[in-house]
């Protein structure tokens, strides 16, 4: 892997940043991008990683990345974990502040960068026989509810663009994989959509048995990207087990039925 290069976004925190560190320790170079500089430069000290802060939601600030991954070397793969939710407003409540910063985040960034690092990609793949894009969606992209609506279709219209650049790339030996996964329980996810309220955010795991964690996540990802070069990995949907379905969660601990429960 020393001569395989992967850019994975939101790299300072959670998913992102676990990913950083599950690639370089399978021998990766590694281009954390993320807006908090501080967090990047922490990060990169302890992984080995490059770092280059960019708000991916500032079409100007992703055309500097562009560029700047351009002069730096090949690129051969994206990890698109950057994004997020706010708010768990109805639809006749909702803030479209909230609402424009979700789509911003999720759906516009997520075209900017594809956009962005096409060429790079194709010479990855021409060079050395294939790339990779990753997109961490969520199950909110395939569920509706209650209090959902902003991120349920900021998440699906990501979903949807991945699904499209899947059939626009065919016979090229370029992957997409869509990765969606259900409850994980991250510093910062809930926090950040819950306004950060603590307490509330903590209660949205309470009871629930191993829910998830951003290292579930990356393994997935870098089995993704690790896997055979010609097996594409469509979507890929992680839960927990406590969670049968985005409705259905299980609080307390899981244990075997009776025959007489």
Same mark, same amino acid.
């Given at each position: 892997?020393?001569?395989?290069?992967? *850019?994975?976004?939101?790299?300072?925190?959670?998913?992102?940043?676990?990913?950083?560190?599950?690639?370089?320790?399978?021998?990766?170079? *590694?281009?954390?991008?993320?807006?908090?500089?501080?967090?990047?430069? +922490?990060?990169?000290?302890?992984?080995?990683?490059?770092?280059?802060a960019c708000d991916l939601t500032n079409p100007d600030a992703v055309d500097a990345l562009i560029a700047e991954l351009e002069k730096s070397g090949p690129v051969h793969a994206l990890v698109q974990v950057a994004g997020g939710a706010r708010g768990t407003d109805r639809v006749e409540d909702a803030s479209i502040?909230?609402?424009?910063?979700?789509?911003?985040?999720?759906?516009?960034?997520?075209?900017?960068?594809?956009?962005?690092?096409?060429?790079?990609?194709?010479?990855?793949?021409a060079a050395d026989g294939h790339a990779d894009t990753i997109f961490v969606t969520s199950t909110a992209a395939q569920? +509706?509810?209650a209090g959902g609506a902003g991120y349920?279709?900021?998440?699906?219209?990501?979903?949807?663009?991945?699904r499209v650049l899947r059939?626009?790339?065919?016979?090229?030996?370029?992957?997409?994989?869509? *990765?969606?996964p259900g409850m994980v329980?991250?510093?910062?996810?809930?926090?950040?959509?819950?306004?950060?309220?603590?307490?509330?955010?903590?209660?949205?795991?309470s009871g629930v048995e191993a829910p998830l964690? +951003?290292?579930? *996540?990356?393994?997935?990802?870098?089995?993704?990207?690790?896997?055979?070069?010609h097996v594409n990995l469509d979507l890929i949907t992680m839960r927990p087990v406590a969670q049968s379905a985005q409705h259905l969660l299980a609080r307390g601990p899981l244990r075997v039925r009776s025959s007489i429960d």
């Amino acid at each position: 892997m020393a001569n395989r290069r992967a *850019v994975v976004t939101g790299a300072s925190s959670g998913i992102g940043a676990t990913t950083v560190r599950a690639l370089r320790s399978s021998g990766w170079d *590694v281009v954390g991008v993320a807006r908090r500089e501080d967090r990047l430069s +922490a990060l990169a000290a302890e992984t080995g990683a490059s770092a280059i802060a960019c708000d991916l939601t500032n079409p100007d600030a992703v055309d500097a990345l562009i560029a700047e991954l351009e002069k730096s070397g090949p690129v051969h793969a994206l990890v698109q974990v950057a994004g997020g939710a706010r708010g768990t407003d109805r639809v006749e409540d909702a803030s479209i502040e909230d609402w424009q910063w979700m789509f911003d985040a999720n759906v516009l960034a997520t075209q900017r960068l594809v956009a962005g690092l096409l060429p790079s990609l194709r010479r990855a793949a021409a060079a050395d026989g294939h790339a990779d894009t990753i997109f961490v969606t969520s199950t909110a992209a395939q569920t +509706a509810y209650a209090g959902g609506a902003g991120y349920n279709a900021a998440k699906a219209a990501e979903a949807m663009l991945v699904r499209v650049l899947r059939q626009e790339l065919n016979g090229e030996p370029i992957r997409v994989v869509e *990765v969606a996964p259900g409850m994980v329980h991250t510093e910062e996810f809930t926090l950040n959509r819950l306004g950060g309220d603590a307490v509330a955010a903590e209660a949205v795991y309470s009871g629930v048995e191993a829910p998830l964690l +951003a290292d579930d *996540v990356a393994d997935v990802i870098r089995y993704a990207l690790e896997s055979p070069g010609h097996v594409n990995l469509d979507l890929i949907t992680m839960r927990p087990v406590a969670q049968s379905a985005q409705h259905l969660l299980a609080r307390g601990p899981l244990r075997v039925r009776s025959s007489i429960d």
